[in-house]
């Protein structure tokens, strides 16, 4: 089954559900190209873990679609560090948005997912069908679990009322507006902050976490947005699908690549106190392909652009942990 299937956007009241993170964000920036009002609520005006607010919010504003991009995210360290929050909010936020969009009658809803849903030792690349399979990989399933639990919400009100609502697995992302705190960002944002402050304080060496040998597939977000709208249009399933870019290297050769961006000259440590979490985790794209999707942005030039973004200071920089 391909999923395939069609729906027009315009004229469609979309609510971004997390407008304020690295993927919300990106998805309004994609979305002022399509023929559709964006609808956003702020987070003073609309706390999205509530329930009843939400359900006032969603009926007062009448959208037809929601793309479900507020999380709790982070990094290998955050996820490690803040389990309750990771677990807790998540749900809370699934719980809320979700069923609250059911409750108005929203016709469209596209959940975010992510590749940690899959097993540790899962069959490389990682087909949809690999979830639940094995066990998780420890450092991030309060996460995985909240995010398996959301796949599992819009697999249930397909089932049992008929919503079309479909689940969208990214690997990993990065791009403008990442989150740049120093522990608990994900490595990309992680690095570029690093290099680029070495680089200023012409330091020799720059620590990277763990051996360097994971492996990791990384995907723009711009990218990882237009996906997500072109699924929107021509994706309906209980199915999750998988959305990655191919780009697989080694965290070496990552940290490696973003020195070269950056322009840091010195030599590269790798601390091996910290954890490297999965060993591999390259997801296999081959359904989205087969739908007629390809990425844009190639890794270096990718880079180029969140580093130039990073100097304009418009990634969030201090924030323990954060939506995207
Ligand atoms: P993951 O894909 O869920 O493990 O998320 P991360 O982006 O946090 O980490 C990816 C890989 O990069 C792991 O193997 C980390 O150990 C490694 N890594 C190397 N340096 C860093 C760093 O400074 N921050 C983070 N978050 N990861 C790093």
């Not at 909240?146 to 599992?152: E, Q, R, T, V, W």
């Not at 920089?317 to 954060?322: I, N, T």
Request: proline share 5%; charged share 25%.
């Amino acid at each position: 089954m391909t999923g395939a299937s069609t729906y027009d956007l315009t004229g469609k009241r979309v609510f971004v559900a997390g407008h304020r993170g690295m993927v919300g964000s990106a998805v309004v920036r994609r979305l002022a190209s399509e023929n559709c009002t964006v609808l956003t609520a702020d987070r003073r005006e609309l706390d999205l873990t509530k329930e009843e607010p939400t359900l006032r919010w969603l009926a007062a504003n009448r959208p037809d679609v929601v793309i479900h991009a507020a999380a709790k995210v982070g990094g290998i360290a955050a996820n490690n560090n803040f389990p309750v929050d990771f677990l807790c909010d998540n749900l809370a936020l699934e719980l809320s948005v979700i069923r609250a969009s059911h409750a108005v009658g929203v016709r469209r809803l596209l959940f975010l997912g992510s590749s940690c849903i899959y097993p540790k030792h899962a069959k490389q690349p990682i087909a949809e069908s690999e979830l639940l399979t094995g066990p998780l990989e420890p450092t991030n399933e309060w996460y995985a679990i909240a995010k398996i639990a959301g796949l599992k919400m819009c697999q249930a009100f397909r089932r049992q009322y008929g919503d079309d609502f479909i689940s969208v697995m990214p690997t990993n992302l990065y791009g403008r507006g990442d989150n740049y705190h120093p522990d608990h960002s994900h490595v990309p944002a992680a690095l570029i902050r690093r290099f680029h402050e070495a680089k200023l304080a012409k330091a020799p060496t720059v620590t990277v976490w763990g051996t360097g040998t994971p492996l990791r597939e990384f995907l723009n977000v711009e990218d990882f947005a237009d996906a997500c709208v072109f699924l929107l249009k021509n994706y309906s399933s209980d199915l999750p699908i998988n959305v990655g870019s191919g780009d697989e290297l080694s965290i070496a050769d990552f940290a490696r690549t973003v020195a070269e961006v950056v322009g840091y000259q010195g030599e590269l440590a790798f601390d091996t106190s910290k954890p490297d979490g999965t060993p591999r985790k390259l997801l296999d794209s081959s359904r989205i392909r087969g739908l007629g999707w390809r990425p844009n942005v190639a890794l270096r030039a990718g880079l180029a652009a969140a580093y130039a973004d990073f100097l304009k200071g418009s990634g969030r920089h201090l924030e323990v942990s954060a939506t995207r």
